[in-house]
């Protein structure tokens, strides 16, 4: 049995859920679980558990760490399949109002917090369905919708009002929910925006995609159902797609690009396969399923015909040179290799920037460099009065866990201060 | 779900539709557009704000059926409800008092030179209005137009009413006869558009356009209706929809712009075969 449970970003008590299971009382196991994890069907699903819980557990270092993210899966499952799931019970009303700005991981975790302390919770999504990434982004293969779906319901039940196709910096701006909507408090949880491109030649070409276009497509507009549905994407039947990049997302675009009937589907990513970002166990999935990995590969153009489809990457081979500042074995070219990968559609999974709206629309919320949100990370405070902020609006791209972890931390500390 | 509250003709498969939206009528301005969804499985559609009353709390968008969610949405009649509708999104139309301003609409796209003549006009210019279309039955908002105008002309391609050709031919017309223009706005189909940038590009007449790409979200998160500006990459989204004719890439937004034709085939097919059955029935 682990006896700590350091590594859980929200501070699971993972010995004694652990211990729950281990009596056969999973529905207890479960709201052990949910004292500090709103969402443990998600993130038992979704969380880099061998980075995170499992690395520090004490079985790990002489044996296999103990799989406390299937575990954790496994009591959240059996709870809501046996239909024993409980809500929290919900303190006195305390007269505070709060808008909590965006559906995702970060958002609905603060939400569920407040919600609970007693205050008026409203959640505004720019999108017209709730859950943001976990929605649109994370593929039903490794996060199936009607659990987000069942999370959702939860929080309504428990009195979150929610609000659809509604965009923060321009369907309404933070000052307007403060001045005119009398919120006394403010989580922006809007998560990343902007994708990122390579910069290279071609990448306007048709069928060149960002992972989040191609995901969005697939996830939220449900275009593997077209025609009945009518958002169209490009048809990856019998085709050669190539995602770039070593990321979660990289691996679920690259997937579902194989699942939608792909012939060859690639990953190219410019180093090897011990500095990818993706969770090992990913990668893992991805090969089992016939992912064929092009690594030390780099980009430098992509070609296309007369009608502008693409046909092609122009690829660079690469070796492992020196370890860079980010202490990564650095690629460096190899002369004279460079090659023309046959492809029928790419799609860029290199990251993302931030959404300009709110610093637009709100320039007394100081940002970074990289236009990310500035915060005390103790309190996820933004320099703006009653307004915070967490997720990867703050972090830059990062994981659900963290996003949630920023939003609970947030929700503590909107508590205090409204009440002290 | 929003409602319809009129939903008028103004002319041959153009309809004029003003919806429910209290949020977005206080706050749109000339320029901004929205995303709609008309039905449960549509596809999201950005469409410019024609106009609004926030009194009221409606906005107006004016809409020609093409592919198959327009034709659905102009199928709709006043107490109709459409699934979803978010906004204003886009950067609004930069307004200043450029001297003499021309806005130049064509076809549907008069229903957003309409509301940026409007704005042009408040903030201290003298307007032109040149509402061009391919014929007589197609001209919209002439009333509109001409009333918000220091002079208003129409032209239409057959000659069967007002100005006998292209608005290329008479913006070149006014720059011939000596009048200095300061600012242009064209919006219309994207051959237009560029022919109005060819137009205004040996006089360095400052020149914008509104550009429609094919988009998903319209927030700024999926990058699909990226736009070649300069030999920048810019998202129409968030950095538009309106850019410097003079820096846009045609040629890549029309190529873009043909990514799905054999899908929206597909779908306009199905749709005109239903409403068929739909009548027989």
Redesign the interface.
């Known amino acids: 049995m682990p006896p700590v449970s350091r590594g859980a970003p929200v501070n699971i008590k993972i010995d004694q859920f652990i211990k729950l299971i281990a009596e056969g009382d999973f529905t207890g196991a479960a709201r052990k679980i949910k004292e500090d994890n709103v969402l443990p069907a998600i993130c038992g699903r979704v969380c880099p558990q061998e980075d995170q819980c499992e690395k520090e557990c004490v079985v790990g270092r002489k044996n296999k760490p103990v799989a406390i993210g299937n575990l954790e899966r496994f009591a959240a499952d059996y709870e809501r399949e046996s239909g024993s799931v409980e809500l929290p019970k919900v303190q006195p009303a305390t007269g505070k109002k709060i808008a909590v700005i965006g559906s995702g991981p970060a958002g609905l975790s603060c939400a569920n917090d407040l919600i609970q302390l007693g205050h008026a919770v409203t959640v505004f999504e ?3 369905e709730l859950g943001g990434v976990l929605m ?1 982004g994370i593929p039903e293969f490794r996060l199936p919708k009607s659990i987000v779906q069942g999370e959702l319901e939860g929080l309504k039940k428990l009195g979150v009002n929610f609000v ?4 923060a910096g ?3 701006t933070i000052d307007e929910l403060l001045k005119d909507e009398d919120f006394d408090a403010i989580f922006i949880g809007v ?1 990343a ?3 990122w ?1 390579m ?1 290279i030649p071609g ?2 070409l ?1 069928g060149v ?2 992972a ?2 191609f995901l ?2 697939v996830n939220l ?2 275009s593997y ?8 994407v ?1 048809n990856c039947k019998g085709k050669n797609v190539a995602v770039f990049g070593g990321g979660n997302t990289a691996m679920d675009a690259v997937r579902t690009a194989k699942r939608l009937g792909a012939e060859h589907a690639y990953i190219v990513y410019r180093r090897s396969e011990a500095e990818m970002p993706a969770r090992k166990e990913e990668i893992h999935h991805a090969k089992e399923e016939g992912i064929e990995f092009l690594l030390l590969m780099n980009p430098l153009e992509f070609i296309g015909n007369e ?2 489809w693409l046909t092609g990457a122009k690829c660079l081979k690469m070796e492992l040179g020196e370890p860079d500042e980010s202490g990564r074995r650095k690629p460096v070219p190899i002369k004279d290799s460079e090659f023309i990968l046959p492809i029928d559609m790419a799609i860029i999974s290199i990251g993302n920037g931030s ?3 709110i610093n637009q629309t709100t320039p007394d919320i100081a940002v970074s460099k990289r236009d990310t949100i500035v915060v005390d990370i103790n309190t996820m405070a933004t320099s703006k009065e009653n307004v915070y902020a967490g997720g990867d609006i703050v972090t830059g791209g990062a994981t659900v866990i963290l996003a949630m972890g920023a939003g609970r931390t947030a929700a503590k500390a909107i508590h205090e201060k409204l009440t002290a | 779900m929003y409602t319809i509250i009129s939903s008028v003709f103004l002319a041959e498969n153009i309809k004029k539709i003003e919806i429910e939206a209290p949020r977005i009528a206080k706050k749109r301005k000339a320029g901004q557009f929205v995303m709609i969804r008309v039905g449960q499985t549509g596809e999201r559609v950005p469409l410019t704000i024609a106009g609004s009353d926030p009194e009221k709390g409606t906005i107006t968008i004016i809409v020609q059926g093409m592919g198959k969610s327009t034709r659905e949405l102009n199928s709709k009649e006043a107490g109709d409800t459409i699934s979803d509708i978010v906004g204003p999104l886009g950067t609004p139309s930069h307004i200043e008092k450029f001297g003499t301003a021309v806005s130049i609409g064509g076809g549907v796209g008069t229903a957003i030179a309409y509301p940026t003549a409007v704005a042009l006009k408040e903030g201290g210019n003298y307007v032109i209005t040149i509402n061009g279309a391919r014929s007589k039955d197609l001209v919209i908002l002439e009333e509109e137009m001409k009333a918000v105008s220091d002079e208003a002309y129409i032209t239409t391609d057959d000659g069967s009413y007002g100005f006998h050709g292209f608005v290329t031919q008479k913006l070149q017309q006014l720059i011939d006869s000596g009048k200095k223009i300061d600012y242009v706005l064209a919006i219309g189909p994207i051959p237009m558009m560029r022919a109005i940038a060819e137009v205004t590009r040996p006089y360095n007449i400052k020149t914008m356009v509104s550009l429609n790409p094919i988009m998903v979200d319209g927030t700024g998160m999926c990058g699909g209706c990226r736009v070649t500006i300069g030999n920048e990459i810019k998202f129409a989204c968030v950095d538009g929809p309106e850019f410097d004719a003079h820096l846009v890439d045609f040629k890549n937004l029309t190529d873009r712009n043909k990514l799905y034709l054999p899908e929206e085939k597909q779908s306009a097919e199905t749709f005109a075969h239903q409403c068929n059955l739909n009548k027989l029935g």
């Open positions: 720019a999108l017209h649109y659809t196709n509604t965009v321009r369907t309404v998560g925006g902007l994708p491109f910069g990448e306007n048709l995609y960002s989040n276009e969005t497509r507009m449900k159902q077209f025609p009945d549905n009518d958002t169209p490009f009608q502008q959404n300009p709206l």
